[in-house]
């Protein structure tokens, strides 16, 4: 079982930054991916960014160029750097993992809370 905490949300100016936080517990040896997700109010949630236990990384189209996921192993947390922030970025920010792969792609088993970003003049 793996546990995932969310922290760093708030609300922020177009053009601002932020860091999300992911911290992850309980049988971490076996995450082999980590990727950030979020969820607008009536959209579909979406992959943000992914990185594996090898240190590969996958952005959305969407903020490519803006946001950067990284890994503290450590600390067994993952970041989200969001930077040039747009309004249409609001959205709630989930963080999880994957174990295993499932029908040619990452199986993501485990979801933190979420945690609210909001971009806004």
């Known amino acids: 079982q793996v546990q995932l905490v969310e922290s760093g949300g708030g609300l922020v100016q177009p053009g601002g930054s932020l860091r999300l936080s992911c911290a992850a517990s309980?049988?971490?040896?076996?995450?082999?991916?980590m990727g950030w997700f979020r969820q607008a109010p009536g959209k579909q949630r979406e992959l943000v960014a992914v990185?594996?236990?090898?240190?590969?990384?996958n952005y959305a189209d969407s903020v490519k160029g803006r946001f950067t996921i990284s890994r503290d192993n450590a600390k067994n947390t993952v970041y989200l750097q969001m930077n040039s922030l747009k309004p249409e970025d609001t959205a709630v920010y989930y963080c999880?993992?994957?174990?295993?792969?499932?029908?040619?792609?990452?199986?993501?088993?485990?979801w933190g809370q979420g945690t609210q970003v909001t971009v806004s003049s």
């Open positions: 990185i594996t236990n090898g240190g590969r990384t």
């Open positions: 999880s993992a994957a174990v295993k792969v499932r029908g040619g792609t990452w199986a993501y088993d485990y």
């Open positions: 309980g049988s971490i040896f076996s995450i082999n991916a």
